[in-house]
């Protein structure tokens, strides 16, 4: 995955497994590795998780300890900022998965920033519009990811920080002041047939 990430050009990745950081934090460990792949060259790998609250998708960056399932989204987000972590909507708007909403009732959650553009997301442009008008009329930050479960799909959509940083803590403080800028596209239908078809055959 990291190889891949390094190939389409990135300067880095953020790894959110659903509801465990001990894929994040492997990946962490290899890249600061001192006989990690040279071909990394200086990849900055965030550690997160993706957490399942009983509103819907969360992500949590910078976040080295693991967060529960089931939470309540303001008890989620408060241990996120407990951990030092920054809190996203994961796809808040979203068809076949749980995003928290677009509601105002989220502006009220203590949130960071949006995922506006989620390359997985169904419609792709529906969702990408809906969440990034929603984030604009309420002067929230912006983000936007892969949601990679493929190699293939990496980098599809991605984040583009304004500022030049390599430390993870002033990357996350650009996020919070909205330095950020979405980019990228939805996944092709045969990336999305593939990822179906690894997922029901138990490839992750």
Not at 3 to 28: F, P, S, W, Y
Not at 121 to 139: G, Q, T, V
Not at 183 to 198: E, F, H, I, T, W
């Amino acid at each position: 995955m990291v190889i891949q990430a390094r190939m389409k050009g990135l300067n880095g990745i953020a790894v959110t497994d659903h509801d465990t950081i001990e894929g994040a934090m492997k990946i962490v460990r290899m890249i600061e590795s001192p006989r990690g792949d040279n071909r990394l060259g200086n990849l900055i790998a965030i550690p997160g998780i993706e957490v399942s609250t009983r509103q819907g998708h969360l992500l949590g960056l910078n976040v080295t300890m693991s967060i529960p399932r089931g939470l309540d989204v303001e008890e989620a987000i408060e241990r996120i900022h407990d951990a030092g972590g920054v809190a996203v909507a994961a796809h808040p708007w979203i068809l076949f998965k749980r995003g928290i909403g677009l509601d105002s009732k989220i502006l009220s959650y203590g949130l960071d920033a949006i995922e506006v553009m989620n390359s997985s997301a169904f419609p792709f442009w529906l969702s990408a519009r809906k969440c990034r008008e929603f984030a604009r009329r309420h002067n929230l930050p912006q983000t936007a990811g892969s949601d990679s479960h493929i190699p293939e799909t990496i980098g599809l959509a991605y984040t583009i920080i304004s500022e030049c940083e390599t430390k993870i803590e002033s990357l996350m403080e650009s996020i919070r002041k909205g330095l950020t800028k979405p980019a990228g596209r939805g996944m092709p239908l045969s990336l999305r047939v593939k990822r179906a078809l690894d997922a029901l055959r138990g490839v992750s």
